[in-house]
């Protein structure tokens, strides 16, 4: 695998300097996320659902992965709703394998991880319809995968935690009631 060097375009903010070109930029972008997958790889027992749009754009499937622990666990796992950190331009869950990992040695939690669109893919509110597809989902079919759909905690860091924060008052709209960030 032969990567273009992003380091360039990723340092200093330059994946948001207008002057250079959209097509330079989101290039860097994924190139850096394929780095990301490369090194660190998706947990073992991962899944990756496509689901269906949200009711702002039903015709918009969301990429999620779903991170199942392995071992015995009695009764059904909490589920932590993992909104990464990347400045809305990286979405990629293996560069936080590391945290997700102990999520799931410390709680047995499964995490569920939303690929939402970065801001080099679609403008506001294309990453927080993603995220309200997701939950809608994720609600409605962890018990498949061994979780608890009312105990699903909401986390991220940075982007993560501003959708994470945003998300409840959305989903509020739509009858789902969010019980932690």
Same mark, same amino acid.
């Given at each position: 695998y032969e990567m273009a060097d992003p380091k360039p375009l990723t340092e200093n903010g330059a994946v948001?300097?207008?002057s250079i070109p959209f097509e330079e930029r989101a290039k860097a972008a994924q190139d850096t996320e394929?780095?990301?997958? #490369?090194?660190?790889?998706?947990?073992r027992g991962s899944v990756e659902v496509d689901v269906p749009g949200c009711? #702002? #754009?039903p015709d918009t499937p969301v990429e999620v992965r779903v991170s199942v622990p392995e071992g015995d666990y009695d009764g059904k796992r909490? &589920? &932590?709703?993992?909104? &990464?950190?990347?400045?809305m331009v990286f979405v990629e869950p293996a560069m936080f394998a590391f945290q997700f990992g102990a999520y799931q040695q410390a709680l047995g939690?499964?995490? &569920?991880?939303?690929?939402?669109?970065?801001?080099l893919d679609a403008p506001y509110p294309a990453a927080i319809n993603d995220c309200h597809a997701a939950y809608a989902w994720t609600v409605e079919h962890i018990a498949e995968f061994g979780g608890d759909p009312d105990n699903i905690v909401l986390q991220g860091g940075s982007t993560g935690g501003h959708l994470a924060l945003a998300l409840p008052f959305r989903l509020k709209r739509y009858g789902f009631s969010p019980k932690a960030t």
């Open positions: 948001y300097d207008q394929a780095m990301f997958r #490369e090194a660190m790889g998706a947990p009711p #702002e #754009e909490p &589920v &932590v709703f993992a909104l &990464v950190a990347g400045g939690a499964i995490i &569920v991880c939303p690929i939402f669109r970065g801001c």
